[in-house]
């Protein structure tokens, strides 16, 4: 039998669906709990934006305080990332000119894989620290692509489910069901943090440890109900 493929999605794919992707599997692959095989992975909505520079201003800018918070951005770049954050942070991307906007892609360009390689190593010493294998450990920024054998599809927040269901738009008939991770265990979602270093990891880290038993007892529900679907 082919793998079910249940799928968390959130912008990148660097630190929260990676850390789903890593508990479920170590807990729950190869389970005779689920009744299917399952394999447990991620991806993000934006991946391809954040490779071609082109994501909003507003999140440029949040990576540019993230580089000042995690002191990647050095020298000249330095005193242009003060300079972009005390006049346009916060700000409505409609009111910065197109000159500002060209120099703080340039400055993102060079500075988002420095945060983003942080950010994944202190995904990785969380969950190493909770004990996870280190075999267990995904790559980060896997752009999200449709697969036939994906069942299900859990955004980490609102607007991802958004992205999701315009991805699907012209493709309807093929969309899986899609549940907002803290719909489906009925807690808050996990928002999207730039900054904390092991601590906004072991956080992320707690909340799907916390949860995980729950999550797998409605995903089993979820996947039952998709087979009994699929026969009748």
Excluded: C
């Amino acid at each position: 039998m082919k793998n079910y493929i249940v799928r968390a999605v959130d912008w990148g794919n660097i630190q929260r669906s990676p850390t789903f992707q890593a508990i479920f599997n170590y807990f729950f692959s190869g389970s005779n709990e689920l009744g299917v095989p399952i394999v447990f992975d991620s991806a993000g909505t934006h991946v391809n934006d954040i490779t071609g520079n082109s994501t909003p201003i507003k999140k440029q800018l949040d990576i540019i305080e993230a580089g000042i918070y995690y002191d990647v951005i050095k020298g000249q770049n330095r005193h242009l990332a003060d300079d972009f954050l005390g006049k346009w942070y916060g700000k409505n991307e409609k009111y910065i000119p197109n000159n500002e906007k060209r120099e703080i892609t340039q400055l993102y360009s060079k500075i988002k894989t420095d945060v983003h390689l942080l950010q994944m190593k202190f995904r990785n010493e969380a969950l190493l620290d909770e004990g996870i294998p280190e075999d267990y450990l995904p790559q980060m920024k896997v752009p999200f692509v449709h697969k036939t054998n994906i069942k299900i599809i859990l955004p980490i927040e609102e607007n991802i489910a958004q992205d999701i269901d315009d991805y699907y738009q012209n493709i309807k008939d093929q969309q899986p069901l899609t549940k907002i991770y803290g719909n489906l265990v009925g807690i808050a979602p996990l928002k999207d943090e730039l900054t904390g270093g092991i601590r906004t990891a072991k956080k992320q880290v707690k909340y799907f440890m916390d949860t995980r038993e729950k999550a797998i007892n409605e995903i089993i529900k979820l996947i039952s109900n998709i087979k009994e679907n699929s026969n009748s």
